[in-house]
């Protein structure tokens, strides 16, 4: 839902503002589902007190961060903070080392000459064998030199990617502001109209499309993103839950929209149309809205977004408007029950636990390559690239099932296994 990377300051911030509203539909939204439970049994629309409260507490760490964070980042930033250049030295010197220690371990995992030979058997290629099928020993020496190597590179590994990722990630922040392209603008000043206002919502919706297609398909984005789908519930109070670690991703800035002539007042305010927006399409209790849906994103198009079924994963991206979809392959229609939540869920409503789970496990992967190819790879391709690399299958974890009456929609299959 939240927009990545985009400083939040405004005259009026129109999220802010909308905090009374937010609490009044959500209040509304459990009064109605509660008078439905006796009816139709429970589902995943329904509020559960420790997914409520860890919904919350997400929220209120979003609004927290960009007031932390940034300030945390400043003095490591490259050009920019008094730290900038000795981090870059670091994130140099680690990757050196593990470079160094890569190449050390890959000797020590070579062929060996020793004392007597080994025969081969089906842990033994035949290919490392010498003459009449045997192979030579591992040379401990080396051995334990290698182990030593691999437990230098996977922590260097790990310093490498964190440490250069924090770099990227602040440098990109610091150069992309919208008041920063806004100085280095290509066109004249497009004034505050209705005219210019509806270009700046529009655009917003646009590089909004791309940068949460972005969060899906590259795992150090998804990182930052799975915090909102990681609920297996789905109601107004799932909207709320938003990540807190916006300043370690990079996205598309909506600062671009300043480079043709939009003010960074009216980003700002695009931004808040089109946070708003997003709110109320998180919720069961409306059902299709008929040929609005051609044009609009709606509560079905993107309950389908936060489904785990297999049909459902990584569709309809849309914020505002659902064209985008509609043009670049990406959209579904609502035709089966949705199941909320991760295709792997990680059962626990610690807040912590929710916005760091991606990371640790993106990073034990990096830990455990053995080069730069597969470590890089571990982090920007998709996060489905992990799992198959590793040989693991990923199972949908069953939600409580939301009902036709629900969504208006008759489920025509059970979810995918």
């Excluded at 919208?178 to 646009?206: K, M, N, S, T, Y």
């Excluded at 789908?229 to 996205?251: F, I, K, M």
């Excluded at 297999?310 to 064209?323: A, C, E, F």
Aim: with cysteine; glycine share 10%.
């Amino acid at each position: 839902m939240k927009a990545m990377g985009q400083p939040r300051s405004s005259a009026r911030d129109l999220t802010v503002l909308a905090v009374p509203f937010y609490f009044g539909s959500m209040a509304v939204e459990y009064v109605l589902l509660h008078r439905q439970a006796s009816q139709r049994g429970p589902t995943a629309a329904d509020y559960e007190r420790r997914d409520t409260l860890a919904s919350l507490t997400m929220g209120v760490g979003s609004l927290v961060a960009p007031l932390v964070v940034p300030r945390l980042l400043r003095p490591i930033t490259p050009g920019r903070g008094r730290f900038g250049k000795a981090f870059v030295a670091a994130v140099l010197g680690a990757a050196a080392v593990t470079t160094a220690a890569d190449v050390v371990a890959r000797r020590a995992a070579g062929p060996h000459r020793g004392a007597g030979p080994v025969a081969v058997g089906p842990s033994q290629p035949a290919d490392d064998a010498g003459a009449g099928g045997e192979v030579p020993p591992v040379d401990p020496d080396r051995r334990a030199a290698g182990a030593r190597a691999r437990g230098i590179a996977s922590v260097g590994g790990v310093a490498t990617i964190a440490m250069g990722g924090v770099a990227v990630a602040a440098t990109w922040a610091s150069r992309t502001t919208p008041q920063r392209l806004w100085r280095h603008r290509l066109l004249p000043e497009l004034g505050a109209g209705p005219v210019a206002l509806a270009l700046a919502i529009v655009g917003w919706d646009f590089i909004y499309y791309w940068n949460h297609r972005l969060m899906h398909e590259s795992r150090y984005m998804w990182a930052v993103h799975v915090v909102h789908h990681s609920s297996e519930r789905y109601n107004l109070s799932t909207a709320l839950r938003q990540p807190v670690a916006d300043a370690l991703g990079t996205s598309v800035p909506y600062g671009a929209l300043c480079l043709v002539g939009i003010s960074p007042e009216l980003v700002a305010t695009a931004r808040g149309v089109n946070l708003l927006y997003q709110f109320w399409i998180h919720t069961e209790t409306i059902g299709r809205l008929g040929p609005s849906e051609e044009v609009l994103n709606t509560p079905s198009h993107h309950r389908v977004h936060h489904g785990s079924n297999s049909q459902y994963l990584d569709r309809n991206h849309g914020s505002i408007l659902i064209v985008w979809d509609r043009l670049f392959g990406t959209f579904e229609r609502e035709d089966q029950r949705v199941v909320y939540g991760l295709t792997k869920n990680i059962d626990t409503f610690n807040p912590t636990r929710i916005a760091t789970h991606e990371y640790a496990d993106m990073l034990r992967d990096v830990a455990r390559s053995t080069g730069w190819g597969e470590r890089i790879s571990h982090v920007v391709r998709g996060p489905g690239w992990a799992t198959r690399h590793r040989g693991d299958t990923a199972v949908e974890s069953p939600a409580v099932e939301s009902p036709a009456v629900a969504t208006g929609v008759e489920p025509v299959g059970s979810p995918s296994p």
